[in-house]
């Protein structure tokens, strides 16, 4: 157990949909990543907070959102959804400069 | 920019066979260098990991060497069991921190 929590682990919604991924780092991490896995592009680099700014951008479409709150804990936000954003999120934490820790990830299937 | 050439998969071995998972780097300075292991239906785990030139990062058998001469970062293992089965992946990520660059990943499987 990495100690980073993710929900929900599965989640099916429909074309045009929206919904909201949720995950809380390990104790004293102040850094949220998040990724996307899918079978043709492989492990993508989406968005960096730290301590609740936005750190790095990376490829994170403009239908996509995410923020991290006060007590650290983040979400990302899918609007808009297409087929092809069904793929497998995960979110890791971090202290600065050291190795990342990864949640179970969620699932996610457009339909 | 940056990135991580993994060897292509799948690669199936028989129990106690020696494992070799190649992996190379690009990178601008000098990136700390990751091993992550994803089992079937399971997130990433951290393997081992070396921060600079000439380390030997080692967990669970499996060991990789970050060597500068050739930007690589080999994994092995001297005897693989059936749990070893996963898909194994190599990373690096700037001096500075931040972002994961991950290799496309290498499927293992070991037969009894």
């Known amino acids: 157990d990495s100690g980073v929590t993710q929900t929900p682990k599965h989640l099916i919604t429909a074309t045009g949909q929206r919904v909201t991924l949720r995950c809380s780092p390990r104790s004293g991490d102040l850094s949220v990543y998040w990724y996307q896995q899918s079978l043709d592009q492989g492990l993508q680099f989406l968005i960096h907070?730290?301590?609740?700014?936005?750190?790095a951008k990376g490829n994170i479409l403009e239908r996509f959102s995410a923020q991290q709150f006060p007590d650290l804990h983040s979400e990302l936000n899918l609007s808009s959804l297409e087929l092809g954003d069904s793929a497998l999120y995960f979110c890791a934490s971090s202290v600065p400069g050291r190795e990342q820790y990864f949640g179970p990830g969620t699932r996610l299937t457009v339909t | 920019g940056n990135s991580v050439t993994q060897m292509e998969g799948p690669v199936t071995l028989s129990e106690e066979a020696f494992l070799t998972i190649n992996c190379t780097y690009t990178?601008?300075?000098?990136?700390?260098l990751f091993w992550y292991v994803q089992y079937p239906g399971e997130g990433l785990q951290l393997l081992l990991k070396a921060t600079k030139a000439d380390d030997k990062g080692s967990n669970k058998g499996f060991e990789a060497t970050y060597r500068k001469e050739t930007t690589s970062f080999h994994l092995e293992k001297g005897s693989v069991q059936v749990s070893d089965s996963a898909v194994y992946f190599c990373a690096q990520v700037g001096y500075q921190g931040g972002k994961l660059i991950f290799g496309q990943g290498t499927e293992l499987s070991v037969k009894p």
């Open positions: 990178a601008t300075g000098y990136p700390s």
């Open positions: 907070y730290y301590n609740g700014e936005e750190r």
